[in-house]
């Protein structure tokens, strides 16, 4: 039986100021090896002559194709779901997976879905703002007394497990992941409902929602799951109509969740399903 060779094309690697030419170099050959097509190198240093292009043997197509952005922002635009990558674990960034969950979660994506591995400085790694617009953070596996690997070996584990994952469909779990404009229209929901009931939090309201999503953000939601979370708080809706409950039809929840939105206008578009 032949299998088609699977596609990693939604899977983007970003490089956030490499500063060595050879690493971006190996890294282009490390993902081409692993079937990965699309880097991005926020402010690099010149990764078209020297280093670069001997390092890159047989990928020059990944290296010379390279987008090259000013920001992270830029070079994240458009994906939903960001992983970034660290040889430690950092405070405040507690929930840390491992290369093959990791690999799972970017894989089973869904269709139209894009995913990004964001990987740090040679010297410093990425800055604790810039692991904050990551959902996810990844450690590879290594020697407490030296655990930083070299940035290509990083990405090529990364690959291999992303190859490997992508390559064995039994592995694959066969899940109904919910796409994002559903998840969004969930969290709009849940905020909704908070208001509907009242709910005032001590924090900020944005520091609240943000920790919905963190929770949310760290499972992979089915369509089914979002339909129950609906369903409860569709429940929650018609008791506060049935009871006259006066509420503030958008109030500091639902305004918090638009602030906390990473894509305000699609939410607005999205329709709840039932
Ligand atoms: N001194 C830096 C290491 C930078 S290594 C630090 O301690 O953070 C360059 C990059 O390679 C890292 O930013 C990360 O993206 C990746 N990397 C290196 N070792 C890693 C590991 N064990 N797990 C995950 N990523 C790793």
């Given at each position: ?177 919910a796409?994002?404009?559903q998840i969004e229209a969930m969290y709009a929901h849940v905020a909704g409902g908070l208001d509907m009931l009242g709910f ?8 609240f929602m943000?920790s919905i999503r963190?929770l949310f953000?760290?499972i992979?939601l089915e369509k089914r799951d979002v339909s129950t979370l609906h369903r409860i708080f569709r429940h929650i809706d018609r008791f506060v109509v049935r009871h006259?409950i006066?509420v503030?039809?958008?109030g500091?929840m639902s305004?918090?969740n ?13 329709d709840e399903p039932e």
């Amino acid at each position: 039986m032949t299998t088609s060779p699977p596609s990693l094309s939604h899977i983007r690697v970003v490089l956030v100021e490499p500063a060595q030419a050879g690493n971006i170099g190996s890294v282009a050959r490390a993902m081409k090896n692993a079937g990965l097509t699309r880097l991005y190198l926020v402010r690099p240093v010149d990764h078209t002559t020297g280093d670069a292009r001997k390092m890159a043997h047989g990928s020059g197509d990944i290296l010379y194709g390279a987008t090259v952005t000013d920001t992270l922002d830029e070079a994240l635009e458009g994906t939903i779901l960001t992983v970034g990558t660290s040889a430690r674990a950092r405070k405040d960034f507690d929930v840390l997976y491992g290369p093959s969950e990791v690999a799972t979660r970017l894989v089973s994506l869904p269709a139209d879905c894009e995913g990004a591995l964001v990987f740090g400085r040679e010297k410093t790694g990425l800055t604790n703002d810039e692991l904050e617009k990551c959902q996810l953070l990844c450690r590879i596996p290594s020697a407490h007394s030296y655990p930083s690997l070299n940035l290509s070996q990083a990405v090529l584990i990364m690959g291999y497990e992303l190859y490997r994952t992508a390559a064995n469909p039994d592995e694959r779990p066969d899940l109904e992941i919910a796409p994002y404009e559903q998840i969004e229209a969930m969290y709009a929901h849940v905020a909704g409902g908070l208001d509907m009931l009242g709910f005032s939090s001590h924090h900020r309201p944005e520091t609240f929602m943000r920790s919905i999503r963190r929770l949310f953000g760290r499972i992979q939601l089915e369509k089914r799951d979002v339909s129950t979370l609906h369903r409860i708080f569709r429940h929650i809706d018609r008791f506060v109509v049935r009871h006259n409950i006066q509420v503030e039809p958008d109030g500091p929840m639902s305004r918090a969740n638009r602030a906390t939105d990473v894509s305000e206008s699609e939410t607005e578009k999205t329709d709840e399903p039932e």
